[in-house]
């Protein structure tokens, strides 16, 4: 009896994590159409966050959908920097071109893998990105948590150079057409809608 339970209880936690983490789907068509918006940050103060100095280096704003989502849990950031979300705009929005491509994520950076190019890799890079967030509050914090492959959200904030206590730091790229390890965008996220 206790054998037919406990498979009971399995097999209802597994489809219940399946159901929620679970890709999110769109059908065809450019879900987030728009580049991201930046502007110079004037008259934006520090922000001191834990043991870290936030410097604001532009207002920022997007709305992008979720192509892959990592949680750090035991790097040197992830005090600060708790989840790094792929993302991506225009065509790199378009399920027609996503389901030919596989993102992995690993030591703070993405790559893809493809069984043929949707569009030219140049463009893929034009039109996506691995950013580091950090959530201002707790409330963030937890819908970070929530974001799965798929969805298509809104975002508030500021590209940021954060400082730790510690003597490192990580500076946010100012440019969505870089790429490489220092092309990723560092986030502080003021506000954050699950569309």
């Known amino acids: 009896m206790l054998k037919h339970l406990l498979f009971s209880v399995l097999i209802i936690a597994g489809g219940y994590y399946y159901w929620t983490t679970r890709p999110i789907t769109h059908g065809p068509g450019e879900m ?7 502007e ?5 103060k520090d922000i001191q966050h834990k043991n870290y100095t936030v410097s604001p280096l532009a207002k920022f704003e997007m709305q992008a959908r979720v192509l892959a989502k990592k949680a750090y849990y035991a790097d040197k950031q992830s005090d600060i920097l708790p989840y790094d979300v792929v993302f ?9 071109n996503l389901d030919h491509i596989l993102i992995k994520q690993s030591n703070r950076d993405y790559k893809w893998e ?13 039109y996506s990105a691995n950013m580091h967030l950090i ?10 948590g929530e974001l799965r492959e798929g969805h298509i959200v809104k975002i508030k904030g500021l590209l940021v150079k954060v400082s730790s206590d510690k003597g490192w730091e990580i500076k946010s790229s100012l440019s969505r057409i870089d790429s490489g390890s220092k092309a ?3 986030v ?4 954050l809608e699950i569309l």
């Open 40 to 44: 110079k940050a004037f008259g934006v």
């Open 135 to 144: 959530p201002a509050n707790l409330m963030i914090k937890e819908k970070l």
């Open 114 to 126: 493809m069984t043929r190019p949707p569009i030219p890799e140049k463009q893929m890079k034009l």
């Open 88 to 96: 991506g705009w225009g065509p790199m929005s378009d399920e027609r």
């Open 32 to 38: 987030a159409p728009n580049k991201p918006k930046q």
């Open 188 to 191: 502080w996220i003021e506000s």
């Open 184 to 186: 990723n965008e560092v």
